[in-house]
């Protein structure tokens, strides 16, 4: 009995070892085939290392204002009696553009004049009998004094006159007019904003360890988000001799000649300053870099052999100023040299790629917002 149980078992581990063992055979020879089977390759774009030169430049952003702005006001109080321009409208220097009431002004200019005549008859009449003897120079003197005054009150009047009628300061455009008709004023109100829109000044600071690169006369290039298509050129005119404490920057203005007034006080600008060193650098699409805690990297395309498709290998670089959509590669890449700008994701060292640029990433210097 024993002997036939130690049978049965016997006989029992050798089908379940048959089985075990074909099903580990079967394993292993799926494993083998996996193996031995290639991922297809990986779709990704790529585009040449190109050599080029790039014009140092600082970069900051800039508030433009006005060689000349005020908010025209009244020196005197009085009732305004003619508005002499529209809003917006450009004036030129001296050209009138509120008069307040100066009836008041105009009958004492009147009272000072006829007072003026007598004063003046008075002095004929004494220098005429001073030379008859009969009378003294003193009364003489007095008559001129008298004259005199009078004259000198009478170019107060006018000029109490001529402020009453306010004028353009210089040339330029009117803002939008804060004052009506029979309104009564007081010093200091503003009546309307006056704006000399050429040129304009480019006021913006840049960092302490950048004075010694900054000169007058240097070329800047600014952009505004208005005209996300034009580049407008003007110069460096002044730098700030000093540095604040506070921030641990400098002052620069430039200006720019604005001849067609497209900039406006008051914008925003990003402006760049052209530096007259140039350096030739190696550049990539931005979307190329890979970053990871290792530093930076890229795949660079290896040709392929014979008719198979072509494979990559990760090199790591090191960038340097970026532009745009573009980045200097300072070490790793050499121009000609084919890169993977997307795609990276679903690449390891070695893998195979099939190139499809029909839709490339971004790759200027100089992008523009797109228009809205």
């Not at 070892?17 to 292993?28: A, E, L, N, R, V």
């Not at 970069?59 to 020196?75: D, I, K, M, T, W």
């Not at 580049?231 to 604005?258: H, L, W, Y």
Request: net charge negative; proline share 6%; aromatic share 4%.
């Amino acid at each position: 009995m024993i002997k036939r149980m130690i049978l049965m078992v016997l006989a029992l581990a050798v089908v379940f070892g048959g089985i075990f063992g074909w099903k580990y055979y079967q394993g292993m020879l799926k494993m083998q085939q996996m193996a031995s089977q290639q991922r297809p390759p990986a779709t990704v774009t790529t585009t040449k290392a190109e050599a080029a030169t790039w014009q140092p430049e600082l970069r900051a952003v800039a508030n433009l204002r006005a060689a000349n702005g005020v908010a025209v006001s009244p020196e005197l109080d009085g009732r305004v009696v003619e508005i002499a321009f529209e809003s917006g409208e450009t004036v030129a220097e001296g050209d009138l553009l509120v008069a307040q009431d100066t009836e008041t002004e105009k009958a004492e200019l009147a009272r000072l004049r006829a007072q003026r005549e007598l004063a003046e008859t008075q002095l004929a009449r004494q220098r005429q009998l001073i030379r008859q003897d009969q009378t003294s120079q003193a009364a003489v003197d007095e008559a001129a004094a008298e004259v005199k005054t009078l004259k000198a009150q009478i170019e107060g009047e006018r000029t109490l006159i001529a402020k009453k009628h306010i004028r353009a300061p210089f040339d330029g455009m009117l803002g939008i007019r804060r004052v009506d008709q029979g309104q009564f004023v007081s010093p200091g109100q503003e009546l309307v904003t006056l704006q000399a829109l050429q040129p304009l000044y480019v006021d913006f600071d840049l960092p302490q360890q950048e004075l010694a690169k900054v000169r007058e006369g240097m070329p800047v290039h600014l952009t505004v988000d208005t005209y996300p298509d034009r580049t407008f050129t003007g110069e460096i005119t002044a730098i700030d001799p000093e540095v604040s404490q506070e921030t641990r920057n400098f002052a620069v203005r430039a200006t720019v000649a604005n001849a067609d007034q497209a900039l406006r006080p008051g914008m925003f600008a990003d402006v760049a300053v052209q530096l007259p060193e140039k350096r030739d650098v190696i550049t990539l699409p931005q979307t190329a870099i890979s970053t990871n805690p290792y530093g930076e990297s890229v795949f660079v395309v290896q040709p392929a052999e014979g008719e198979g498709p072509a494979k990559v290998t990760k090199r790591f670089v090191r960038t340097g100023e970026r532009r745009g959509d573009q980045v200097a590669v300072v070490e790793g890449v050499e121009p000609g040299e084919t890169v993977v700008t997307s795609g990276q994701l679903k690449l390891r060292e070695g893998a195979r790629i099939q190139v499809n640029n029909d839709v490339q990433p971004n790759n200027d210097p100089s992008p523009q917002p797109a228009n809205k």
